[in-house]
């Protein structure tokens, strides 16, 4: 299945289903801030959009409600988000890091996570 792109409001709506697992359109727009919150039929279009894409399916109805559940990964949808936002840097990561370690977002806790994850990935890539 191939991951599809999803807007800012579609991420929060399957932000609320990994957090609290299957839920109604209504739990899910309770979820929202009030201040903010989108309308309660809007969250039914984008969860109806959402079911289209892939990203969720119906899991049940309890009486004239449906229940949701999330059908991609929280993972699968942030790597999506983190391929498309390198893809303006034509794939380099250098840009990337060099912005964070100047903007002091960077720390040496996240280098050293990230060589603790590049050390994995190359033990695996190597032949034994």
Known sequence: ???????????QIMDALWTKG????REIHDEFPEKGRPAYTTVQT??????????VERAKKIGNSLI???????????????????????GRVQPVIAHLIQSGKLTG??????????????????PR
């Open 1 to 11: 299945m191939s991951i599809p792109k999803l807007s800012k409001l579609e991420m």
């Open 46 to 55: 984008m969860v109806n959009r959402l079911e289209a894409k892939g990203a």
């Open 68 to 90: 949701f559940r999330a059908t991609l990964s929280r993972t699968a949808a942030h790597r999506r988000l983190v391929d498309e936002f390198f893809s303006f840097f034509d």
């Open 22 to 25: 299957e839920c109604s359109v």
């Open 109 to 126: 806790e996240d280098i050293k996570e990230a060589q603790k994850l590049l050390k994995e990935h190359t033990e695996k890539r190597e």
